[in-house]
C-alpha cells in the first residue's frame, strides 16, 4: 500500500485548494480512506472521511460545509477540496487507511499515512 498526496501550498484566507492522494497496492473503491491533518505540538487530527463506494462521507466540525472529499475511482485517487480557508487550517495533511479498508476517524486506527502535504493559509 502506497499513499502520495500532492497540491498543499500557501494559500490567502478565505482561498481555496484542492489535495490530492494517489493510491497503489489497493483499489480505492474498497477502501474507507480519510484525511488527518498535523500541527506542530499536536496529534493528528481527523478531517474527513469517504466510504467505499463514495456515497458516504463525514467531516470534522472545524471544517463541515467548507471542506469536501471524494474519489475518482478511475485514477485510484481520493481528493479534499478546501474552500473559504481559514488561517486555523494551516497544518500537513495526510491521506490515511486501516489495513482491512474499515472507516477511519481516529489515528490510532490507522495502518498506512502518506508522506503529507504542507497547507499554509496566510496573508
Known amino acids: 500500500v502506497q499513499l502520495v498526496e500532492s497540491g498543499g501550498g500557501l494559500v490567502q484566507p478565505g482561498g481555496s485548494l484542492r489535495l490530492s492522494c494517489a493510491a497503489s497496492g489497493f483499489t480505492v473503491s474498497s477502501y474507507y480512506m480519510s484525511w488527518f491533518r498535523q500541527v506542530p505540538g499536536k496529534e493528528r487530527a481527523f478531517v474527513a472521511v469517504i466510504s467505499r463506494l463514495g456515497d458516504f462521507t463525514n467531516y470534522a466540525d472545524s471544517v463541515k460545509g467548507r471542506f469536501i472529499i471524494s474519489k475518482d475511482n478511475a485514477k485510484n485517487t481520493m481528493y479534499l477540496q478546501m474552500n473559504s480557508l481559514k488561517p486555523e487550517d494551516t497544518a500537513v495533511y495526510y491521506c490515511?487507511?486501516?489495513?482491512?479498508?474499515?472507516?477511519?476517524?481516529?489515528?490510532?486506527?490507522?495502518?498506512?499515512w502518506g508522506q503529507g502535504t504542507q497547507v499554509t493559509v496566510s496573508s
Open positions: 490515511a487507511v486501516d489495513r482491512s479498508g474499515y472507516y477511519v476517524v481516529a489515528s490510532d486506527q490507522v495502518d498506512y
